[in-house]
């Protein structure tokens, strides 16, 4: 039996779900972030946004500008989304396959291998997917299907928004031959001006290189990877609910960004993201580690311990805007940022413990309040809870 990986990402997700529940909104442009006239980024933006050229991560100010009168821009309310990402994961799970991985909010890999008998053909278990989703949420979804990991994401991206490509072994080559090298994964900012150096632009085009030339030109390990990826190569393994080593989210800038209110409403959807994740994983890391990239390609991990591991938004954001703040940054311009937590029930000695001043009962609060947060967006959704970072409410 072959393996068949589904990848499936909900279209403009916030912004989605934010024109389901003010029909009014459906055909503007929508915007999710920050308000015009204050500092901070774009979330997300809907589709008729995004043909002004406006997307995630970039300055509201930007955004502002380009758009037309009648945008619409909200705060997020990151409690409802919560709550319909943990419906679509369920539907999946039960409707699907119960081989889901979640790799963000609106994101995640199922092993689709053998259910011929159960659903049908690769198309019906897409539709199956989108169909569900469309049911249980109301909100539309692009599903790839190929045989592993990255075949089926760049299948879900093929036909975005509302699309479902389904790419066979057979049409593998022909379908990754075209495309950019950019595709193939760790082939960023370092690995694409060395392949284009070497007059390459095309995943054909890398596929006609030899591999010792790649290994050559981009060392060995990265070399190997990107001339395996370009004949469709790839892990088909997905992991329903452990294994994982660490949870992490970046977000890499179109042009590089100085100012600090940018860089920390980046952070705070990124904690938001690897808390979520961590709480409906049932994982807490010990370590919070922050990446940045600066222009150049320079990027630096700092990390920290704390004195009890954690899921909580708060806490995650709280250690890496730290931890951002104890270097001599400021003013740099940042590419991307991120950060993460591993080191799962990892005893706290083997790295200082930075944080072992936090009060222990204050930290037992805050995951109560998580848990709490989390429920009532179940149970309550619209209109519930969100939770206040220190001078505002939090923003993705
Ligand atoms: P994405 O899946 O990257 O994007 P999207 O769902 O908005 O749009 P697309 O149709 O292109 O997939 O991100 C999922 C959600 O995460 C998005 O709706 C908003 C949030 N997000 C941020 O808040 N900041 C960011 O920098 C990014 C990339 C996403």
Known sequence: MSQLVMHVDLDAFYASVEQRDHPEWHGRPV???????????????????????????MPISEAARRLPADTVYVRPRMADYVRVSAKIMDVLESVVSPVVEKVSIDEAYLDVSGLERLIGTPEMVGRKAKEAIRGAVGLSASVGIGRNRLIAKLASDYEKPDGLTVVTPEQTQAF???????????????????????????????????????????????????????????????????????????????????????????LRWAAQEVGYLGRREGYKGRVVTLKIRFRGFDTHTRSRSLSVPTANDLEIFRAAWALFESEDWAGKPVRLIGLGISGWGRPADLQEDLFSAKDEALQGEQEILDEALDEISRKFGRGSVQRGLSRRKPSP
């Open 31 to 57: 915007v999710v972030g920050a308000k015009p006239g204050k500092r901070g980024v774009v979330a997300t933006c809907s589709y008729e946004a995004r043909r002004y050229g406006v997307h995630s991560a």
């Open 176 to 266: 990754l031959d075209p495309l950019p090298l950019s595709v193939l994964r760790g082939v960023g900012v370092k690995t694409a001006p060395l392949l284009r150096q070497m007059g390459l632009r095309t995943v054909a085009d890398v596929r006609r290189t030899s591999l010792e030339e790649l290994r050559s030109r981009l060392g060995a390990q990265s070399g190997t990877h990107v001339y395996e990826q370009a004949r469709g190569n790839a892990s088909s393994a997905v992991y329903a609910v452990t294994e994982r080593k660490s949870i992490s989210k970046e977000s890499t800038y179109n042009e590089d960004v100085t100012d600090p209110e940018v860089l920390r409403d980046t």
